[in-house]
Structure formats: structure tokens, C-alpha cells
């Protein structure tokens, strides 16, 4: 096998869908959610695979992980055709979609992890290592013995990776993962991948809404839309092909009821209650900016952030005018 571990080209899946035409007529809609999607993964790479809701993600992870038939196109996991070969592939690969949960729930922890040793036939030396990492990494030993159905969001995402990982698999395949977890659970487990991605032996393909995962894991980014690849390549090139933007954060004392609007500089977002407002520098400089904001509010206090992903990705999008590269293509939905 090459060093490559993903290789889809031109994949392609439809769904038809029934929509109500009238009172009690059905008509036949064909959703196009991946529209020739081509994706080579190395092996080791981190790769963040996001896109707006309904964009064809987890579509797509269907398709890699053997879950899903393609409607078309070349697809090999690990050298292997994902739907033909589902069982093998299961060898080389670990799960984790948000949804399906791989633990027996009435069991403790524990026992699932035990009863997976004998599902993958893995080695006990092998498993035994494997589990004592994670217990390790994850802090597992403080609920290794409740059972699943007990355990919060947080631990049984902990128990997931865990069990996704436990027959030692080349690719990781997570949908979503921190998705819910409380701030301590989620830097438990972006700290955790991240580990598992400096070793360079485990391939990750992750999506997900929250584009802190992506900064803290993954050096390449693939954007999809419409079942399309609108960008693949490293965040600093995203910035660099999106022209990023500064932004200028305020803080007031009391809320504007209406915020400024300076030209050269939108109001991205408001928050604490109005209290807070952040500003992208286009044309305008941040002293016109601030000069503007004084004049109208007392200022508790001002900072410039650097060129900040979510907003690249915001504007990306929204395929804003302004914003240089791919236009959204049309919707792809015919119908039948
Ligand atoms: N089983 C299905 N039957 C019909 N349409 C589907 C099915 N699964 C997905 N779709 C449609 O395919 C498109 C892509 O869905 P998908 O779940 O892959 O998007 P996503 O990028 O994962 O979105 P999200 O971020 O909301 O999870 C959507 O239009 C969705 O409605």
C-alpha cells in the first residue's frame, strides 16, 4: 500500500427524498450531499474536514467508514473499498460519531473495553498497553467501573475514544467529538488527539463546528460546501486566500442600544449582553474605529485580535461579495 491511507476521487452521493407537491401529491427530489468530492490522505495526518450544516460531512465519513454506498466515484480506506470490505476495514480503523456509541450500556466501562479485546482479537499485551495510555491520558480510573448509562457526556466521549482505539487502528474517524463536553472534558480530549497526533502513527480525520479543534489539531483543513471542496490546504493559507482580518474588541460600560456601524469596519458580533462589541478592520484603521466608539460610550477597555479563524470561516460561508475564491454553486437538489 502507498503511503496514502484515504484515497477518494470524484465521490458522489444522492439521496431521494419524497416532497409534498399539494394535498396529497408526492414528488421525487434527488439531494446531491456529495458532489465529487476528491480527498488523499497521508498517513499521520491530522486533517479537519468542516463545512456549514448540511454541507455533506458526515456523509462523507459514512462513505469512508463503509456505512454508506457511494452513488459514484473511486474510494479506498486503508487499500481497501469501504463497503465491500466493511468487516476488514473495521481492523483498520477506529469510530467515533456521536451518535452511535460502540459501549455496551448497562456494562461498566470496563467490561466493554474487555469484551472489544475479544471482538478485534487483540493481543492482551497489545489491549493491556493501549488501556493503560488511556487511562493515563484520559483520566479514566475514576469511572472505569460505573456503568455507561451513568456516565456523563464527557466521560463517555472518554470511554468512546478509548474503545475506538483500543485494536490499534491507522485511521480515526471522529464526527463531532467534542460536540456538548463541558470545558474540561474538552480540553481532555483535544489534549488527547493531539498527543495521539504527535506520534505520527494514527491518521486523523476529524469534523467539526468548533474551529478551536481544528487550530489546537489539525495542520490541514478541508472546507466542503454544498457536497463540494471549496478549500484543502493549511489555515494559514486560508487566511491568506480569505484576506483575514483584525478585529478590534470593545468592552462599554452600558450596552449602545444601537451599536455604530463605522464605515470600513462591521460589527461582526455583540456580546455580554451588548456590552461587548467586536469589530473587523477592513479599510478603516482601529484608532477611527475606537475614536468613533468614545464618542458615543464609556470604553472599559480595548484590545486588537489577531486575524481570527471562525471569522474567516464565517465569511467563507456566507460566500460574502468581498471575500476573493469559490462561489457558492447552486443548489444541489434536482428534481425527478
Ligand atoms: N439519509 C438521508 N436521506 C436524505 N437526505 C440525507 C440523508 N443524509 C443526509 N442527507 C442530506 O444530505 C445533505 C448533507 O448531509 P450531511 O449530514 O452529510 O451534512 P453535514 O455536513 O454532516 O451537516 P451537519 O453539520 O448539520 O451535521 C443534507 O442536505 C442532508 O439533508
Redesign the pocket.
Known sequence: MSGNVIEAHGLRKE?T?RVKAGRLRRHKRV?T?VDGVDLVVRRGEMLGYI?P???????TLKMLTGVLTPSGGEVRVCGLPPVARRTRLARHIGVVFGQRSQLWWDLPLRDSFDLLRHVYRVPAGDHGARLRRCRDLLDLDAFLDIPVRQLSLGQRMRGELTAALLHGPQVLFLDEPTIGLDVVSRQAVRGFLAELGRTGDTTLVL?T?DLADIERLCARLVVIDHGRVVHDGTIAALHDRYGSRRLVVAELDVALPEPPAPPGAPLLRTEADGHRLVYALETASAAEVVAGLAGLATLRDISIVEPDIEDVVARMYRAEPDVPGPRRPGPAARTA
Not at 450544516?53 to 456523509?59: D, H, I, Q, V
Open positions: 439521496f427524498i439531494v450531499a463545512g450544516n448540511g454541507a455533506g460531512k458526515s456523509t469534523t463546528h
